[in-house]
């Protein structure tokens, strides 16, 4: 269960706005945290707390296959990352680093910044504490939620000693 406030971004946002391609030289995730979402919001690596939420809208973390986005976004103190649609490699990078990402579909125009939420990426139960209004995702499967309470799926494989049959 999560809870906190909104940073609501658009449409397409490429993850070359979540990280810029000059921070790809570092590894280090607090350094690539310091430039999360800098393109289009300055405000961001200043001003976020741990726990706050980020909302975007359709094809969110579209573009190059920069493993940097997730990891930027994760280490800023995003616990979990809402969206209309993911773009599916980012998708894939969020969830190998233990990031929940939650798909909504049109609902995700009724969040706004500022909002607050509490998500419960087990049952997919998204509500916003600020409007009442209550969304539903798609819960993520028991071993996505694995891998997420594992801090990644390095550290899943590493503790099961790989992965569980029929996973």
Not at 33 to 52: K, P, Y
Not at 147 to 158: D, F, K
Request: hydrophobic share 40%.
């Amino acid at each position: 269960m999560f809870e906190g406030k909104v940073w609501r971004y658009g449409d397409n946002i490429d993850t070359d706005v979540i990280i810029p391609a000059r921070y790809l030289n570092t590894f280090e995730p607090k350094a690539l945290a310091a430039h999360c979402m800098e393109a289009i919001d300055t405000t961001f690596a200043g001003s976020v707390q741990q726990g706050d939420i980020m909302v975007g809208g359709k094809n969110f973390g579209c573009g190059s296959s920069r493993e940097h986005a997730p990891i930027a976004i994760a280490a800023s103190g995003i616990p979990v990352v809402i969206a209309a649609s993911f773009a599916r490699i980012f998708y894939r990078n969020g969830i190998n680093i233990g990031l929940p990402l939650l798909e909504i579909g049109d609902d995700v125009e009724k969040i706004r910044a500022g909002d607050r939420l509490r998500v419960d990426t087990e049952t997919g139960t998204i509500e916003n504490l600020t409007t009442g209004d209550t969304f539903h995702a798609h819960p993520l499967p028991g071993f996505v939620q694995d891998i997420a309470r594992a801090g990644g799926l390095l550290n899943y494989i590493r503790e099961n000693g790989g992965f569980r049959h029929g996973v």
